[in-house]
């Protein structure tokens, strides 16, 4: 007993558990803490056993006073009480073991003590408690396979709703296959004259950018040519005033100047038909500019109808990677379903299995019952029988016993008259013999007396 691993609990724990949890009815009302201590009552204790086996093996307490008919019994019923307690105890010595106590003995039951009887029902008690727990979670593995069952059922209807989806979405129909086929050319057509668009703006783009730099040098030469003309007519004033002129190297400054101008103003002509022109190429890059707007507009919104299309295929490729993970994860809960009802079928052979044996062990059980029953009836028509010949016999002994009075008193009688008889018999003997005795005498004394006269 020093090596329990279960707690030892008081008498009135153990008491309203057994109440509250083992017995029924009047039991539970008439069990009490006296039961058990100071010296446990015998009948309590096995009632108590008798009560644990039936709530874990479906042993009802008249299983226990069933006499076996394996071998001949001359007189079953007088091993009713004792067959009862060797079941319960045999009964016990399988199932303390699973409670962790090996050292239960016919002592505990006969002449319990009260800290041995409190050792074995706390570990009964700590079996129970250990056997629901047991329970609980089977029954909450049992309630989340029910609802994962309903999540895969509830999945899968999902999946075939997502596929039907997406066959819709990719199949395209009959009517719509030519339609669809002209706006994929005329898509592809678009992109490729998109793309030439594209490279011819770049061009643009980039004459643009040669001719915005060729302008900015010239307006800045000609920035230049104008701070020179600016310098040049101030040097002039200056020269004019510091120089006398004469006439001959004033026609020839004059000249000089009106060549200057001449070359200055074809030079500003040029500028000005550069400028024409490069206002010409402004206004066409500016038109350019519009159109290529118009096209950027097209092409935004090709790229949102792309884009459109895009999002509708990444939202295609994410039902279909949700398709995917939906098929693993149905494909995961088809393989758990599967070792589930393994599991399950396994569960339910071995209950067919342990049913079939009850079933078996009831039959064989109501038969050995039935044959009981049978020889039992034989019993008490042998009883009967026997009882009928018993009172025969008695009937006969006492009228033997009669018979037997009657003949004594008459034997008393007979012995009274032959005493008597004998009585006088012996008397009339003695005096015969004593006449005989006295006619001997008388003969001797006359054959002497004869003899004498001879």
Do not use: W
């Not at 020093?2 to 707690?7: D, E, K, Q, R, S």
């Not at 593995?141 to 029910?146: D, E, K, L, Q, V």
């Not at 309903?150 to 997406?166: C, G, P, S």
């Not at 009669?402 to 032959?418: F, G, H, M, N, Y």
């Amino acid at each position: 007993m020093t090596g329990i691993t279960f707690p030892v609990h008081p008498a009135d724990v153990i008491t309203n558990f057994y109440r509250a949890e083992v017995l029924t009815g009047q039991e539970a009302k008439h069990f009490t803490k006296s039961d058990l201590t100071p010296v446990p009552k015998p009948e309590a204790v096995q009632m108590l056993y008798m009560r644990v086996l039936h709530l874990l093996y479906r042993l009802t307490p008249e299983c226990h006073f069933m006499v076996p008919l394996l071998e001949s019994i001359e007189y079953p019923e007088y091993h009713e009480g004792a067959n009862a307690i060797m079941s319960v105890y045999m009964c016990m010595q399988q199932f303390l073991p699973m409670c962790l106590v090996h050292d239960f003995s016919l002592i505990d039951l006969l002449a319990p003590k009260k800290q041995k009887t409190l050792t074995v029902l706390s570990g009964i008690m700590n079996f129970l408690g250990f056997k629901k727990e047991r329970m609980d979670v089977a029954l909450e593995i049992t309630a989340t396979f029910r609802a994962d069952m309903d999540k895969l059922q509830v999945y899968t209807k999902d999946n075939l709703e997502a596929e039907r989806k997406i066959e819709i979405l990719t199949t395209v129909p009959p009517e719509q296959q030519v339609e669809s086929d002209e706006l994929t050319a005329a898509l592809s057509e678009l992109q490729a004259a998109t793309m030439h668009e594209y490279q011819e703006v770049n061009a643009e783009n980039n004459s643009i950018a040669e001719c915005k730099t060729k302008i900015a040098e010239k307006t800045q030469k000609l920035a230049q040519v104008k701070i020179d003309v600016s310098n040049l007519k101030e040097n002039i004033t200056k020269l004019k005033s510091q120089i006398v002129e004469s006439p001959e190297e004033l026609k020839s400054q004059m000249e000089k100047m009106r060549e200057n101008v001449k070359n200055i103003k074809n030079f500003i002509e040029d500028a000005d038909e550069r400028v024409v022109e490069l206002q010409n190429m402004v206004q066409k890059v500016n038109h350019t500019e519009t159109e290529i707007q118009q096209m950027f507009n097209l092409l935004q919104d090709l790229e949102s109808s792309m884009n459109h299309s895009e999002q509708q295929q990444q939202e295609h490729q994410g039902l279909t990677a949700q398709y995917e993970e939906k098929q693993k994860q149905l494909k995961n809960m088809c393989v758990e379903e599967s070792h589930m009802k393994r599991a399950l079928d396994m569960k339910l052979d071995k209950e067919l299995k342990q049913k079939l044996r009850r079933q078996k062990k009831r039959e064989i059980k109501e038969q050995h019952v039935q044959d009981v029953l049978g020889q039992c009836n034989q019993i008490h028509q042998k009883r009967e029988e026997m009882a009928d010949k018993i009172h025969e016999i008695c009937r006969e002994t006492q009228e033997l016993k009669a018979k037997i009075q009657s003949l004594r008193d008459v034997c008393s009688k007979e012995t009274e008259k032959a005493q008597t008889l004998y009585e006088t018999l012996s008397a009339s003997v003695d005096d015969l013999r004593k006449r005989i005795q006295m006619q001997t005498v008388d003969l001797k004394q006359a054959a002497t007396k004869m003899s004498a006269n001879f």
